[in-house]
Nanobody
Framework: QVQLVESGGGMVQAGGSLRLSCAAS????????MGWFRQAPGKEREFVAA????????YYADSVKGRFTISRDDAKNTVDLQMNSLKPEDTAVYYC????????????????WGQGTQVTVSS
């Protein structure tokens, strides 16, 4: 497994930006597709974005497409999520995760999770 630690959450006004970072430990990071999920109060955890390990292909939820950008640095074992034009509905705990399969939008594909970081967007 991969150990994951998120950072970069906080409070921001609507229209603002935040950059989340996820630091990974473990030898298999560079061969794992990485994803970001989020969970708002009273809601199910949902897929946000993912980036594959072999061709760096990116995947986004429709709700964040064009506003969020996922990237990874295999030399540093990090995966980042740049979030722009934030909306109050983006408020959630954001989780970084490492996948063991190719169904990147399905939570069951991921076998390693971080502890989460809170993002709060005020109107």
């Amino acid at each position: 497994q991969v150990q994951l630690v998120e950072s970069g959450g906080g409070m921001v006004q609507a229209g603002g930006s935040l950059r989340l970072s996820c630091a990974a430990s473990g030898r298999t990071f560079s061969s794992r597709t990485m994803g970001w999920f989020r969970q708002a109060p009273g809601k199910e955890r949902e897929f946000v974005a993912a980036i594959s390990w072999n061709d760096m292909r990116t995947y986004y939820a429709d709700s964040v497409k064009g506003r969020f950008t996922i990237s990874r640095d295999d030399a540093k074992n990090t995966v980042d999520l740049q979030m722009n034009s934030l909306k109050p509905e983006d408020t959630a705990v954001y989780y970084c995760a490492a996948a063991r399969g190719s169904a990147v939008k399905w939570q069951g594909t991921y076998d390693s999770w971080g502890q989460g970081t809170q993002v709060t967007v005020s109107s």
